[in-house]
């Protein structure tokens, strides 16, 4: 009997590259993708890396598969956005070892800013496209899509949704079967992309597209589950799973690929039913593509492009359109009490954004934990758009305003070595006098305290090479650099106000780490906890506007009725913030 386990679908991705004989596998930290490549790199016979941003992932990968190595990369649905020149060039290439690139997208924006839909840069790029809907498929997929890469030399999207990369399900295991790395075989026709060879090439990508077209309509990617006659569903993904949920009997066509799709089995499917529907996550991708072939179809009129499906949501599409009852009552949702994003205790972002709001910058932010310094009650943020735009966006304000003064970009360590520094580059060269923080915590910490070039460890544990943020900056021309202890609000508050009111440029780094990660580093925070002084607390909360989860309100009150502090000793870093903002100094160490 095989073993089984219970995975997550990143999990098993991570196990389908072992077991189907990948080589070398390639990604930039971002969730829902995550947890793919932090598994893949306990498989040693795997070559895994984080790269400094997806673009150089997919190169590396790319280059991989060149040399006839079995290879994906990884990302998230916006990760695929840094990556897209890449993206497009490879498809006139092909893969000759077996290219997977993974896409994690995220319907309902539970970790991202946007919930764009993938499958229209598969379209767009004319790559064949797959999706799995449980952690089984997950796994089962990677070796089809790599079959389907070689067989066709043609890069695969695997496209996930959050759903698939985090949920469940019971997994049947099997052996790693090994493949050999078979070389580079030079032909610059192939892998030069001048113009006039992609000339050539474009021609064979629609030939390539077409075949693949006939393969989809026999792949056991595809299925067709017979039910009742009455209604015909055309699902795929985690939906597919939503949709046996709510009509068991209803006849389903399952399709693990969602591009190019298998039209002549679709309208055979379509003339077997009385009504067809079409539920899909997130855009109307499959019901547009089956209306521009005459098959009738209804999809969007009974459901939405905005935000994830769910069980309910596909009941009550069905309902809408007259073919179901659905036993779902929305008035019966349970209650959950708000948990808002907030910083961890201690985490040194927080006397960053406190220092702002106190200096009243403008504040162009980036992406990462210090994004969360846009809330109240820090309220430190004014701009927040993608990977590496603070600068950019802080240099146009500027030349707008023809000032800097007053306008600070923050950006973390992470983000500035995956694509701040060609701001910075930027920031310098244009002579555009604004302040530039990186707040330096050693880690991609958002993501769950990935390893980077500034951490000076590999994903696999490995020594790296740990890159020197501020000589970095000299050396793109920044001369006024600061390193401050953000910890200290004196220190911090000065130093901004100084760079703030000052025409030059200026770069201010903060050097304390990540107050979670890695375990080594949290003796450089762990202190004595803090306490509040209940005799000398007057209830005026100025501890709660640094925004600390150990802070809270007690059951004491002072004379006037006012609620006074206290502080979580068990969750308290001893970072000292709280206690440097208090006005009658109620706050102390713990003895």
């Given at each position: 009997m095989k073993k089984k386990m219970i995975f997550s679908g990143n999990e098993a991705v991570a196990r389908g590259c072992y077991e189907h004989g990948l080589h070398i596998a390639t990604a930039y930290p971002g969730t829902p993708s995550t947890e793919i490549l932090e598994n893949v790199s306990k498989y040693p016979e795997i070559y895994s890396e984080w790269s400094p941003n997806e673009k150089v992932a997919f190169e590396v990968?790319?280059?991989?598969?060149?040399?006839?190595?079995?290879?994906?990369?990884?990302?998230?649905?916006?990760?695929?956005?840094?990556?897209?020149?890449?993206?497009?060039?490879?498809?006139?290439?092909?893969?000759?070892?077996?290219?997977?690139?993974?896409?994690?997208?995220?319907?309902?924006?539970?970790?991202?800013?946007?919930?764009?839909?993938?499958?229209?840069?598969?379209?767009?790029?004319?790559?064949?496209?797959?999706?799995?809907?449980?952690?089984?498929?997950?796994?089962?997929?990677?070796?089809?899509?790599?079959?389907?890469?070689?067989?066709?030399?043609?890069?695969?999207?695997?496209?996930?949704?959050?759903?698939?990369?985090?949920?469940?399900?019971?997994?049947?295991?099997?052996?790693?079967?090994?493949?050999?790395?078979?070389?580079?075989?030079?032909?610059?026709?192939?892998?030069?992309?001048?113009?006039?060879?992609?000339?050539?090439?474009?021609?064979k990508v629609m030939a390539r597209i077409a075949r693949i077209k006939e393969w989809a309509e026999t792949t056991p990617l595809n299925r067709i589950e017979k039910g009742s006659n009455g209604i015909g569903i055309i699902t795929h993904g985690a939906t597919y799973n939503f949709v046996k949920e709510v009509m068991p009997d209803a006849s389903v066509l399952k399709l693990g690929m969602t591009y190019p799709l298998p039209i002549n089995m679709i309208k055979d499917f379509a003339k077997s039913v009385d009504k067809l529907f079409v539920i899909e996550e997130l855009e109307p991708f499959i019901e547009n593509l089956l209306k521009i072939e005459g098959i009738e179809c209804e999809g969007m009129k009974f459901w939405s492009n905005l935000g994830e499906l769910t069980p309910e949501i596909v009941a009550a599409g069905l309902e809408k359109a007259g073919v179901f009852k659905s036993p779902y009552n929305p008035k019966e949702k349970e209650s959950v009490i708000p948990r808002p994003p907030i910083f961890c205790p201690g985490c040194p972002h927080r006397g960053l954004y406190h220092s702002l709001r106190k200096n009243k910058a403008v504040v162009t932010t980036d992406i990462g934990c210090y994004t969360l310094g846009c809330l109240e009650p820090l309220?430190?943020?004014?701009?927040?758009?993608?990977?590496?735009?603070?600068?950019?966006?802080?240099?146009?304000?500027?030349?707008?305003?023809?000032?800097?003064?007053?306008?600070?970009?923050?950006?973390?360590?992470?983000?500035?070595?995956?694509?701040?520094?060609?701001?910075?580059?930027?920031?310098?060269?244009?002579?555009?006098?604004?302040?530039?923080?990186?707040?330096?915590?050693?880690?991609?910490?958002?993501?769950?305290?990935?390893?980077?070039?500034?951490?000076?460890?590999?994903?696999?544990?490995?020594?790296?090479?740990?890159?020197?943020?501020?000589?970095?900056?000299?050396?793109?021309?920044?001369?006024?650099?600061?390193?401050?202890?953000?910890?200290?609000?004196?220190?911090?508050?000065?130093?901004?106000?100084?760079?703030?009111?000052?025409?030059?440029?200026?770069?201010?780094?903060?050097?304390?780490?990540?107050?979670?990660?890695?375990?080594?580093?949290?003796?450089?925070?762990?202190?004595?906890?803090?306490?509040?002084?209940?005799?000398?607390?007057?209830?005026?909360?100025?501890?709660?506007?640094?925004?600390?989860?150990?802070?809270?309100?007690?059951?004491q009150k002072t004379a006037k009725g006012l609620t006074k502090s206290q502080i979580d000793s068990a969750l308290c870093t001893g970072c000292s913030v709280c206690a440097q903002v208090c006005p009658v100094n109620a706050i102390e160490r713990i003895k």
């Open positions: 990968a790319m280059g991989a598969t060149f040399e006839g190595a079995r290879t994906l990369v990884a990302m998230k649905h916006v990760g695929l956005n840094v990556a897209a020149d890449a993206f497009m060039s490879m498809s006139f290439i092909g893969a000759p070892g077996g290219f997977l690139v993974v896409t994690a997208d995220d319907p309902g924006m539970h970790s991202s800013q946007n919930e764009q839909d993938n499958r229209y840069y598969a379209k767009f790029a004319e790559y064949p496209c797959i999706e799995p809907s449980d952690s089984q498929e997950a796994k089962d997929f990677v070796g089809l899509g790599l079959d389907l890469s070689i067989e066709f030399d043609t890069p695969v999207m695997y496209r996930l949704t959050t759903r698939v990369c985090h949920g469940k399900s019971i997994v049947e295991l099997g052996e790693r079967t090994q493949y050999p790395i078979t070389g580079f075989k030079p032909n610059p026709k192939k892998f030069v992309v001048l113009p006039s060879h992609g000339r050539e090439m474009h021609p309220g430190a943020g004014d701009t927040c758009v993608e990977m590496g735009a603070s600068i950019g966006v802080g240099v146009g304000m500027a030349k707008a305003r023809k000032s800097g003064k007053g306008i600070v970009a923050t950006i973390g360590d992470s983000t500035f070595l995956h694509s701040g520094i060609t701001g910075l580059l930027n920031a310098v060269n244009d002579k555009a006098g604004i302040t530039v923080v990186i707040a330096d915590n050693s880690i991609t910490a958002m993501t769950g305290g990935q390893q980077h070039p500034g951490s000076g460890e590999t994903l696999t544990g490995a020594q790296g090479y740990k890159v020197n943020l501020a000589k970095i900056c000299q050396a793109v021309g920044a001369d006024n650099i600061k390193v401050i202890d953000p910890y200290n609000l004196e220190q911090t508050r000065s130093t901004l106000k100084e760079a703030m009111e000052s025409d030059e440029l200026s770069v201010i780094i903060t050097n304390r780490p990540c107050a979670l990660y890695p375990a080594e580093n949290r003796k450089l925070v762990q202190e004595t906890p803090f306490a509040v002084d209940h005799d000398k607390c007057i209830g005026c909360h100025a501890c709660f506007k640094v925004s600390c989860p150990a802070i809270s309100e007690s059951d």
